[in-house]
Nanobody
Framework: QVQLVESGGGSVQAGGSLTLSCVVS????????MGWFRQAPGKEREGVAV????????YYDDSLPGRFTISRDNAKNTLYLQMNSLKPEDSGIYYC????????????????WGKGTLVTISS
């Protein structure tokens, strides 16, 4: 059974940084990818970044030019999202997700989801 548990959310001022973590269990790093998504109040959930389980290929949403960095530590079964220069519009619930289907990674479709961690950016 695949489980993903996010942590690291909180409240910071605009311009600050946060690092989110996601501990992954029951997921075999044989194919597919893991990623971060977010949902702002009143908006649909959107993809932020994905990283393939094999190799270091990463993809980011076009609206995040260089401010966020996704990484993983397979030995620790942990996925990370480093967020810098945070803006109030970055506020929302951040979700960790995974899929074994590599094609789904390109279309931001995931099969397994965490419950999310709340990020609040004040101006």
């Amino acid at each position: 059974q695949v489980q993903l548990v996010e942590s690291g959310g909180g409240s910071v001022q605009a311009g600050g940084s946060l690092t989110l973590s996601c501990v992954v269990s029951g997921f075999a790093y044989t194919s597919g990818c893991m990623g971060w998504f977010r949902q702002a109040p009143g908006k649909e959930r959107e993809g932020v970044a994905v990283i393939y389980t094999r190799g270091d290929t990463t993809y980011y949403d076009d609206s995040l030019p260089g401010r966020f960095t996704i990484s993983r530590d397979n030995a620790k079964n942990t996925l990370y999202l480093q967020m810098n220069s945070l803006k109030p519009e970055d506020s929302g619930i951040y979700y960790c997700a995974a899929t074994y289907d590599g094609y789904n990674c390109l279309t931001w479709r995931m099969d397994y989801w965490g419950k999310g961690t709340l990020v609040t950016i004040s101006s």
